[in-house]
């Protein structure tokens, strides 16, 4: 199996320590799929040909990003017939390229651990419990969601905390499942579950 991490950063925000964090990122990914994980900037990608497709986060806000530039990401997913799983910023563009809105969080930043309710037990979120602890850190939403898609999962701060396209094979959380820990296991599970869905 094939999986491909698109680091869907912009080249002027990746800074060493910014590089080591996605190098991070991408080793938890690796592990979570037991097959090596390759990573792409999305500016540099021309099209996409893995088994599964991972969309990271981004820090930068969405006006440091080149329009032209997630036009091209935009054309390179919508074209990929595979699995694809959105975190944060990467949901947010799942749903942008499928005809959503996204928005600055009226809340403002969402950063640490915190609550989120599992509305649609199965799937991307098989074996859960109804309350899961996972990382946040963002500071846009989803504004408006496709039809196609469903909410998986919903907080106090996020009406839509994780998604599902099941035509498209496309699910994406506004969470961080890459963070994980002993005390914080979920994340890890959620990534499994991805590659499990992914080889179905």
């Known amino acids: 199996m094939s999986v491909v991490l698109v680091v869907t950063e912009h080249r002027g925000?990746?800074?060493?320590?910014?590089?080591?964090?996605?190098e991070e990122v991408r080793g938890r990914?690796?592990?979570?799929?037991?097959?090596?994980?390759?990573?792409?900037?999305?500016?540099e990608l021309q099209r996409l040909t893995a088994d599964a497709v991972v969309l990271s986060g981004s820090f930068a806000p969405w006006a440091d990003h080149s329009v032209e530039a997630i036009h091209r990401l935009a054309d390179a997913v919508l074209g990929y017939d595979g699995p694809v799983l959105g975190i944060c910023?990467?949901?947010?563009?799942?749903?942008?390229?499928?005809?959503?809105?996204i928005r600055h969080?009226?809340?403002g930043m969402t950063t640490g651990f915190s609550a989120v309710d599992v509305v649609e037990h199965g799937g991307l979120l098989r074996g859960l419990p109804s309350r899961i602890?996972?990382?946040?850190?963002?500071?846009?939403e989803i504004e408006e969601?496709?039809?196609?898609?469903r909410v998986l999962a919903r907080s106090p701060t996020g009406a839509i905390e994780a998604i599902?396209?099941?035509?498209?094979?496309?699910?994406g959380?506004?969470?961080?499942?890459?963070?994980?820990?002993?005390?914080?296991p979920v994340g890890e599970r959620i990534l499994h579950n991805f590659f499990e869905l992914s080889r179905a």
Do not use: N
């Not at 925000?13 to 996605?22: F, I, N």
């Open 173 to 184: 959380t506004q969470f961080h499942p890459e963070q994980f820990d002993a005390t914080h």
């Open 133 to 140: 602890d996972v990382y946040q850190h963002h500071s846009d």
């Open 105 to 107: 969080a009226p809340g």
């Open 164 to 171: 599902a396209d099941p035509a498209r094979r496309w699910w």
């Open 13 to 22: 925000a990746l800074s060493p320590e910014q590089l080591d964090h996605y």
């Open 89 to 101: 910023a990467g949901m947010q563009l799942q749903a942008k390229f499928a005809g959503g809105t």
């Open 29 to 43: 990914i690796e592990r979570a799929a037991g097959t090596p994980v390759e990573t792409v900037q999305y500016e």
């Open 145 to 149: 969601l496709p039809a196609s898609f």
